[in-house]
């Protein structure tokens, strides 16, 4: 019986989604890194209220981020269902935060960046629930179909990767992170 290839989507979206999560979790703790700054550097708002809310911000990085390795490494999204409920529940305070200062005509990058990985990865699970719902990784059972084609699917991770780097270093960027940046244009070596 010959062993047919797995389909590249499937795979290709996993991937996509785990490295959403990363990205998403390096701009949440940009974020928590943000409103730590705002509090104590620039003064714009009070302490009481930043602490707390770059606590929530770094807490959830690290769930994501934890999500993100666990999931990545088992090659399928852990626990879809939460995994999408969290997210929608952490899409929708940061969308009316974002919109918040708006109003205040003041744009966040790094929460704008954030905001766009997490759809990413909420879409990117979604669709795989609604599509794949039973896929599980690695094809281990006998007769189960082969992995996808290798080069397919490096290329796919290749853009993935790519993907999730430009909007996490745009995100970083527009933050205190990218206040401490090193400048690499100057073609100065140190």
Aim: aromatic residues 6%; hydrophobic residues 60%; proline residues 7%.
């Amino acid at each position: 019986m010959p062993v047919t290839a797995a389909p590249l989507a499937p795979a290709a979206v996993r991937m996509l989604a785990a490295f959403a999560g990363l990205g998403a979790a390096v701009t949440s703790y940009g974020l928590a890194s943000n409103l730590l700054a705002t509090a104590t550097v620039q003064q714009n708002a009070p302490a009481w209220l930043a602490w707390p809310a770059a606590a929530l911000a770094a807490g959830w990085a690290s769930a994501v981020l934890y999500w993100s390795i666990v999931s990545f490494r088992a090659q399928r999204p852990l626990r879809p269902g939460l995994a999408l409920r969290a997210m929608a529940a952490a899409v929708a305070l940061e969308v009316l935060v974002f919109f918040t200062e708006l109003g205040q005509r003041r744009l966040d990058g790094t929460l704008a960046a954030t905001i766009l990985l997490e759809l990413v990865l909420l879409g990117s699970v979604g669709w795989l629930q609604r599509r794949h719902p039973a896929a599980p990784g690695p094809a281990s059972a006998p007769g189960a179909a082969a992995a996808p084609p290798a080069g397919r699917l490096l290329l796919s991770m290749f853009a993935a990767a790519i993907l999730v780097a430009t909007v996490s270093t745009a995100g970083l960027a527009a933050g205190v992170a990218g206040g401490y940046a090193v400048d690499h244009s100057t073609g100065h070596h140190h």
